[in-house]
């Protein structure tokens, strides 16, 4: 199995930029089509974007397209979510999520997920 570790979370103003790190265990990396997910507090987990295993194809949810950006970087075991122009909206425990198969919006199809990391943005 692999881990997932989240990190680059924290407190920034409405318009300010952010960029969230996954690292994963393990020489597979690149077997794996990588995704962002978000919880708000009393709301359900919702589908931020994934990207494919070799990283050439991405999708995003309608509500951060042309703000967030999902790239990865294998040799590094690495995935990262560059988000900017941040809305008090984004705010929320942000996860990241590895499947070896091709990928889904549903959170319950993917099989490994990190501890999340808490992105605040204040007004």
């Known amino acids: 199995q692999v881990q997932l570790v989240e990190s680059g979370g924290g407190l920034v103003q409405a318009g300010g930029s952010l960029r969230l790190s996954c690292v994963a265990s393990?020489?597979?990396?690149?077997?794996?089509?990588m995704a962002w997910f978000r919880q708000a507090p009393g709301k359900e987990r919702e589908f931020v974007g994934l990207?494919?295993?070799?990283?050439?194809?991405?999708y995003y949810t309608d509500s951060v397209k042309g703000r967030f950006t999902i790239s990865r970087d294998n040799a590094k075991n690495t995935v990262y979510l560059q988000m900017n122009s941040l809305k008090p909206e984004d705010t929320a425990v942000y996860y990241c999520?590895?499947?070896?198969?091709?990928?889904?919006?549903?959170?319950?199809?993917?099989?490994?997920w990190g501890q999340g990391t808490q992105v605040t943005v204040s007004s």
């Open positions: 999520a590895a499947d070896t198969a091709a990928g889904s919006v549903v959170a319950a199809q993917w099989d490994y």
């Open positions: 990207i494919s295993k070799s990283g050439g194809s991405t």
């Open positions: 393990g020489r597979a990396f690149s077997r794996y089509a």
